[in-house]
């Protein structure tokens, strides 16, 4: 199967680090006029030394700065909200400000940056593929992880009322779920073996997914190869939500 993106307005969130970073040289190959938002400059200098790409630096914390940056790219034609936190704290350690950054990254400004660029596209009629990245800690407990299975969670169902409303625009909007990938967020929960065992354990295939094969799942979601698909939250998990 071969996916092109050729013609195709791409823009990517956290593009900076990890998945995003490695997606925004996936689309490029595929032909895709790219911009990469991220947070940190010199991670997006560095990526755009690799790959022909626009680079947008913003925090999505702040609404209005991203707003008014996500604006200023103008059409868009598929998006990714890829960036997100993980803040790890047992449950009867969750600081109010882990609650609020957690929710404003990984829920709020998904809705900001699809609220503009969706805007744009019925106002232009034209036709679109939003993918979210959510996580397998969407639809299974993990310790230490509340604030971060309800941000996921909440990105689950937010991604399915989005499909909901605007199929009539011809508009799709997915979800894929990964389970533990060894990016620096990665690292953050599961690098230790007494809390990466455990979870291997429960993973069918026997071990952690590759930034790889997130990004094709992506990919095909994102592209009209997937066409019909719309309001669908995918496990790339070996089979751990299977269990
Ligand atoms: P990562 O390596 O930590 O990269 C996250 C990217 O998001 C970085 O480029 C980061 O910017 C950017 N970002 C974070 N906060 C931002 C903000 N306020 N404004 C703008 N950009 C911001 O993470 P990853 O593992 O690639 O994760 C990508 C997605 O996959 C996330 O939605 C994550 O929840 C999901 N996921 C990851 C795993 C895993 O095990 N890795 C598993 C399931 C789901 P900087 O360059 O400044 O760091």
Known sequence: MNISFAGKKVLVTGAGQGIGRELVKALVKCGAEVTALSRTKSHLDTLAQEVPVKTVCVDLSDWAATHAAVEAIGPVDCLVN????????????????????????????????????????IKRKTPGSIVNISSQASQAALADHTVYCGTKGALDMISKVMALELGPHNIRVNCVNPTVVMTAMGKIGWSQPEKAGPMLSKIPLGRFAEVDEVVHAILFLLSDKASMISGTTLPVDGGFLAG
């Open 82 to 121: 890829n960036a997100a936190v993980a803040i790890l704290e047992s449950f009867l350690n969750i600081k109010p400000e882990s609650f609020d950054t957690s929710f404003n990254i990984n829920v709020k400004s998904v809705i900001n940056v699809s609220q503009v660029v969706v805007k744009n596209m």
